[in-house]
């Protein structure tokens, strides 16, 4: 008996997974006949790398609907996970994270991350920005300022809104005395 065999080696990556190898022999003694023929899949185990589909719009506003999607290619296939950056908190372990009706309290940085035997992903974050109307949660420190006559006081304004709110000062005077801003 004479063996042969010819060896061929390739530095592979995960493009590579499913792609088609093919051995042929040819062989006098085959004289006119077609060469033997065998062929084999690769099977490429890699890491998951997450790829975000798309982006969300930057001008969401609340009671929007949003849909953020990640996929993870990965051998064998790898466990999706969504999580909110500022809270730590899990959100989802599906593909697509879905918030039917925003809430600005769902503004955040939301993190997906996948994971499968051979490794975690680099994480991607997603910014949520929720806009919504102003809000004035306070002037001074109660709804009613009581002073006695000839005093002096300081007000502060607090809003809240997003974008943040621009203040302007406005007040009913019976006597036509005018407020200085400092």
Not at 6 to 17: F, I, P, T
Not at 54 to 70: A, F, N, Q
Not at 118 to 125: F, I, M, Q, V
């Amino acid at each position: 008996r004479d063996w042969s065999s010819d060896v061929c080696s390739s530095d592979l990556s995960r493009e590579d997974h499913g792609a088609e190898v093919r051995c042929e022999v040819r062989h006098e003694a085959l004289m006119d006949s077609e060469p033997l023929k065998q062929a084999a899949n690769l099977n490429i185990h890699y890491a998951p790398r997450i790829e975000i589909s798309e982006l969300p719009s930057s001008e969401l506003s609340e009671g929007d609907s949003v849909t953020l999607r990640c996929s993870a290619p990965a051998n064998p296939p790898a466990q999706i996970t969504w999580r909110r950056e500022g809270t730590g908190e899990q959100v989802s372990d599906q593909p697509e994270l879905i918030l039917p009706a925003l809430k600005r309290s769902q503004a955040d940085t939301y993190v997906c991350q996948a994971k499968n035997s051979l490794g975690l992903s680099a994480p991607k974050k997603i910014p949520l920005s929720v806009h919504y109307d102003p809000v004035v949660k306070s002037i001074g420190s109660t709804n009613e300022v009581s002073l006695m006559l000839a005093d002096s006081t300081t007000l502060t304004c607090t809003a809240e809104g997003s974008p943040v709110p621009t203040y302007r000062r406005s007040e009913e005077r019976r006597v036509g005395k005018e407020c200085r801003s400092r």
